[in-house]
């Protein structure tokens, strides 16, 4: 069974609701390229269709790794226009549409379900489990969509947190900047998970289906030591190292913590897609990171960070932890940049179910 | 927008799922009969088909008014244990099978979806919002199920609350020997509210798809004044016209408090589901409560009531209220039985979506 650390729910002032404008940066930077997918690559004739009144076509969406609101409630918006702008142009009557919610089971659905618009065009449902597996029936989605979700790991790989270990990842929290083998570790784990991740997709979207990915990836030959999302968390890492050179925490817990994150590099990720062999890679778009390239503030770093900290080092150390993050220097000071070095890109992938 | 007082959530002492024992025997009692209704009624040949093996066909099950579990898994368990078979009988290979668990937004979906059975032979989805509305995309459903859910009412009728109305219902929390004029409020209400929910799974039901209704009813010729249901509450209404009595309640919040709940005779609910036209009545049993002809407990008064207590009186006089139930003479005495006397029956409803 997976670990599962969720965003903090609810609507408090730590939630992921109130703390996810960089997420909602990333997707909106990619709106005009999702609507330009939907319309040059969406094949309306191929949706079954079934000759009695009674029945009727149905356009399934499954947003993935969606946490709660109000990111996935925008994108969810925009998948529809740009799918009805398609119906409508093609003179083809838009077909009922059914929107599946996913996320871990400890996600907050009850305040995901509490705060779908009111006014929404489309019946809504939410889909518990990891999208690493199985979630939907065969065949039956027809547009799928993921942002900034693929880089969570299933799990952690065991050798990180092993002394005996080449890839013993002592005194970090991620792969930046670390030996080889910790990223070898982290780049196999990855693969697994994607290429369960792609033979699940490839179940479940329908002949000539689209999906979108938007993944935090590395720019081209580089290695995942040069990952962006290293000094991203390099604030909340400093953190932790201070408080165990003060005596605040255990070594030994700090050295067997890591992040469950990975960003692939173009080439890995290319490769992984051609391997699983369902779909043609119609966009794969290389972007410099759309989200603003500041440290993420105490509230962003909670909201995220708070149920993963909490399972590893204690409910105890929580507020602490968050108080001196506060207080970090690159946090604190004004002037919290971290340097524009051409490693932070997203990747924009939009790939087609075959027909086979 | 209907007003929505859930079953109480999590898996405390006072939940829903700890306490729901007495829904359970109902629906238990019904398993038989649920076994046999897909059995002989079941037309695999029509489910859509389709011949590329990308593509699979999908049975889809709802139970509307779901709660939280067991229950709800028990049941669904059962009808895909009957629908297995049925196609194992008819050689025909078994689609994968989706359920949608429904209930009403204020649900809790989180305990839900914790409690999911990991060995599940189906993909579950959650469906949020009230089962008098549309939930789900035209034909897309296989078999809906509810069970003692239906006597919910969407709302109260307003004249209830009302003074100077005929139907005022002072000194009552139900219409158990209420005025005729209080009883019609509710049975006016009710038809509207099934009125709704037949034409809506009307639309939702693919043509020749089940649907199985498990229902608190009235035998033929009787009265809303008569319906079991009342006795059932008796002891609420007493611990509360006893507080009013005692000055711990105001008599003014007494008498607009109203129960939503309504169970319809046979032939008020035969006629609603001829009047709505989409259906066949297959199968429409008669039968003795599989209750326990018990008063509820307070635990089980309180998973099922709380809410709509709360909402009502406010959350600080819950306490005291539950305190004092369980001290009502009904309740505290060992010989809590009311008298069988025929008129609690639970109808068992099987209805088939036409073809048209």
Redesign the interface.
Known sequence: MAEEFPMTGGDGPNSYAKNSNSQRVAADGAWGMLVASIFENLDIQTL?S?P?????T?FRIADLGCSVGPNTFIQVNNIIDAVSQKYHQSAVEL????V?FNDL??N???YL??T?PRDRQY???????PFHG???????LNFVYSSYALHWLSKLPQELGDANSPAFNKGRILHGSAPYEVGQAYTAQYAKDIECFFHARGQEL??GGLMVLLIPGRPHGTLPAQSSLAPYYAPLESTLADMVNEGLLSEDKFDSFNLPFYCPSVEELGTLIEENGCFDILKFEIEAAQTPAIFPNVQECRAGMENILKNHFGDEIIELLFDRYSKNKNIAGSASLFADDGLAVGFFVLVK?K??
Chains 1, 2 share one sequence.
């Open positions: 079954p079934r009695t009144t009674a029945s009727s149905i077909p009922e549409i059914q599946y089971v400890s907050d659905f009850n379900f509490a779908l019946f809504a449902a939410g889909v518990p489990g199985r979630l939907f029936p065969k065949a039956s329908a002949p179910r027909y086979l």
